[in-house]
């Protein structure tokens, strides 16, 4: 990074080298916790660290090596894609939707950033001992209702009960297969200089839905999760464009951390706007309140679209068209400067950059 | 959004940042007190569109980096104990002691909860009669009244199974600690407008008067703290010293009174040590004698714990305005948001992870984003 792209400290008595914040990036050993706290499960730096230092070299391969949401492989010429989720959430009911929602489209929504046609899942349950029969069957049937929605079969299952105090009621893992349109190829690593930043609608829905039930605060209206499977807006996507170069669901980390991910992973430069990124306004105002970053926090319903600027117009105007992606927007674009980092021009016509989130994201205390 | 938007309007900003321009004529060093008003100039970009001559000094505002390693360290003792559920705000879990912090003691298997009001705390310790229910009390003027609240309420039901470990800093005797400092560079402050919200401004014209410096109590959206720089700027300019409250849809002289009641029946001042700054005398609260069974440094005889901080950490410096937080050695090294040697490097409020996080660029002229779909 040259000096010029930096701003210099206005202190004539400025000293310091410019800061390397490629160095920055440089996997860091795991060092400071040797048990697993929180933070870990959170889809920041601390979740990466676990994937790259336990679970890449103990598995290592080169479809793992991608992680993608969903790795695509081929068989018979054909190719299929395989991803899989666990649905740990708590409560197991929250405003706009359920574990069962989750369990669904979380997986679809995987299959779906590679491209793939969601075809099967499985779906394996974890019980606690005590765990309400009547609440399970209905869990099972928003489950079937889920899959229906989205045009999947559950194919395969298993159920195990663990002892009272040894799980959280309910824990829910699915696993899917899909297979993927010939001609269709998108990767975390296909974003290309000038390619257009598309977001499917209103970010972190989900996450503050959740905090609103789980911790019991209050704001003037309800917010509702934006749970939703995403397969058949990807499927119209395609239809018009083949050539979509990626495709994410800003899940855990939220668009920060999926922005990063694609910025890493292509070597480009990625610049959005704060001021184009679609925020319902109740969920900008509990943000606001408890001093989080809405750019940090989960979404179960969104996707962002890195897509050729030739074809930004009608792929816009196709999510758009969808119920999952009326509020679809362009963000931003990928750019040369800044390779690997993502930066937002600020509402006032400034700039900083952003960062992936290092775990759990804090609430502020004042 | 009513009181939010209308306030981040960048044609107003740009339109504040050019009257500051015309009316500054030589460079001034002006101090934004509050973490607050800090997260706000670097997420924002504020500094970007001032003037070269405008220069922002972060202060000690940030109530989580300035809390002493040996009250995070008492935090760590009792948290660690069997029968303790220790209640914190969010931010002070990623806090650094000197070997642990709450997220590790968390880990291994202690009892500690995130919470967002300090009456939680005392709901939970009725809740649980059989354990003992600690809650961390840090923070400034701005937090002071909730927790005293939290405490009188306690008191006032008889719930005996709670306390609180109180580390209350105090703006005012922080100022003069800047002001009285060797190399001082402030020359004016932004003074914290939810800190004046509860406490008023009647304090602040003696120490503008004894140190000759202008104190402008500010908000905290891009359009308050442009404002409250503007107006900055025009007294400095003009040789003036006044105290001018740029905040008044929230801020007002006499303050809070409920809230000073509520302060003053729980809480007397005392001498407090500030990480990387030391000790300055009068610049605290604690529980008076009257509250005294609800202060966990008595209930669980931590008092005596006092703890060295890391010799690689700048914080102080950076606290004090001597270095901006990239000119530390540490900085983006050792010292990074997932290995903090100092707090302010741990909440998003410290100078160290503002600088951090939202590390800045000179922005390439390009054409809207908006314009390039059409």
Redesign the interface.
Known sequence: MSE????R???PQ???DP???N??NCP?PL???P?????HGGGG??SAELVEHIFLPAFQNDHLALLGDATVFSIDGGRLAMSTDSYVVRPLFFPGGSIADLAINGTVNDLSMSGAKPLYLSAAFIIEEGFPVAELKRIADLMGAAALRAGVTVITGDTKVVEKGRGDGLYINTCGLGIVPSGVNIAPNRAAVDD?IILSGTIADHGMAIMSVR?G?EFEADIESDSAPLNAMVAAMLEKCPDIHVLRDPTRGGLAATLNEIAQASQCGI???D??VPMD?TV??AC?I??L?PLLVANEGKLVCIVP?AH??EV?QTMRSQAVGKEAA????VVT??PGMV?A?????????I?VP??EQ????? | ?KY?TEY???AK??RLAAEIRRIVTQ?WAIMEVCG?QTHSI????????LP?Q??MIHGPGC??CVTPLAAIDKALAIASRPEVIFCS??????VPGSNDDL??I???GGDVR?I?SPLDAVRIARENPEREVVFLA???E??APANAMAVKLAKQQGITNFSALVSHVLVPPAIETIMNSPGNRVNAFLAAG?VCCVTGFAEYPALAAKYNVPIVVTGFE?LDLLEGIRRTVLQLEKGQAKVENAYPRVVSEQGNRAAQAVIEEVFEVTDRGWRGIGTIPGSGWRLNSDYREFDAEYKFTVSDISTCESPLCRAGEVLKGAI?P???QA??KEC????PLGATMV???GACAAY?????????ERP???E???
Do not use: W
Not at chain 2, 336 to 339: A, C, G, I, L, S
């Open positions: 010029r792209d930096l701003k400290p206005h202190n400025a000293s310091s800061l390397d914040y160095g920055l860091v060092q400071s916790y048990n697993i706290i929180l933070g730096k601390l257009v911790e605060l610049e959005i706007e001021c184009l306004p900008q105002s606001e408890l001093g970053d600027k930004a117009a816009l362009v963000i931003g674009r400067d800044h930066v021009k600020t509402s006032i016509g400034a700039s900083r950059v960062t290092i775990g804090l609430p502020r205390i004042c | 959004m939010l981040r309007d960048g900003a740009q460079p607050g670097i997420r924002n970009g504020i500094d970007q569109i070269e405008v220069e109530p989580v705000f969010g931010d002070m879990l990623r997220f590790k968390k880990g291994a995130v967002y840090i923070g400034f701005t937090t939810h891009p901006k990239n000119q530390c900085f983006g990074t948001p997932r290995t909440s998003s409020e951090y996080n939202y590390g800045r660029f000179v922005h390439l809207a984003i908006a390039q779909v059409s």
